[in-house]
């Protein structure tokens, strides 16, 4: 059994879904394990990451039409003094979760045809986001 | 240390939570492995993994109509070619999750007595949902 | 490659964020594994894990405020029979989750400088809750 570990740096300009899901699966495949157990962690509390489906960019638009909608931006809330996107983001990022785990069989996630991998950006400005990847396997 | 992984197929017909605790521990009893972490996997962007009460099936049918007035269905999304319940579902599938890690002692998952497995439909036509377990442990 | 098992007890009273991020921190410098995976399981479903901003203690009431606006108490869900904070409870469970997965680098969670490690309690009456860690790694 062995484990390996990178950093994933994605650098953010508004709000918006990145996918990440060929930067992991290159860096998957340079490690050599097979079957094994994938976890990656976004160190920030206004991003998150996500799996969701990369077929159709309007999903994408939807989703965050619908967090606009339901985590308004502005002013009311108690913690603003980091503009009024900031604490949306919070709740946002909690909404949509830190780490993401993903089986790995034959060398590659286990991943359904659909399923991409997305560091969800909830800040208007441009960000420089880090995601940890562990790996254990053999 | 060694590792075991399979998958599970759920049928489902309707919006509903489909619970597999007992198949997933019977799997778990089979393998071995006393102590280590199992990891649950969705390969699916309009299903989800969640765990939740099992002892009160209110409980359940609560949690679908919540989701059914915070994220109704309906062909306002943008995202609409799919039906009125294709949008609302990938929604629903990033607010409760594509994974699920349980920790493995004793040779068995350390729910909580009223913790169960389940598996999230959130489409109103059958579907066959796979989902891959991954157990790492000795 | 070694494991590691504990459980942490936070005892809650009212609705609220608990940190427990330096216990954590304590027993897995205790373990002396350098590298791995840490995960972190809620045994309850009606409180919840979460990694949120441990600066401004305003974020955590703004967070709580939000999911008492969205999914508010009130004796309106079928399932009514343990009180008005009941069924949100299980609701706000699922929103923010069950397990958390955090790599470990050098002796260390793979934390951001912003990153506690939050119990969710939604309960208004105290509890004594319990959270499994699992710890894999070398």
Redesign the interface.
């Known amino acids: ?1 062995q ?1 390996a ?1 990178t950093r994933f740096i994605i650098n953010t300009h508004d709000k918006a879904l990145y996918e990440f899901t060929d930067e992991v699966a290159d860096w998957l495949a340079g490690t050599g394990i097979e ?3 994938l ?1 990656l ?1 976004c ?3 206004s991003a998150s990451l ?4 990369n077929a ?1 960019p ?2 994408q ?3 965050l ?2 967090l606009d909608k ?2 308004p931006e502005g002013l009311h ?3 603003d ?1 980091e503009g009024p996107d900031d ?1 949306p983001a ?2 946002r990022a ?10 790995v ?1 034959d060398g590659r996630m ?3 045809t ?2 991409g991998l997305y560091l969800a950006e909830h800040r208007r400005m441009p960000h420089r986001r ?1 995601v ?3 790996l ?3």
Chains 1, 2, 3 share one sequence.
């Open positions: 059994m484990q570990q079957t094994g157990l976890t962690f160190r920030h509390t996500l799996i969701n489906e159709a309007a999903v638009r939807d989703m039409r619908w339901v985590v809330y108690e913690h003094s604490m919070h709740i909690m909404l949509t979760g830190t780490s993401l785990s993903v089986p069989a286990a991943l359904g659909w399923q880090e940890v990847a562990h254990v396997g053999e």
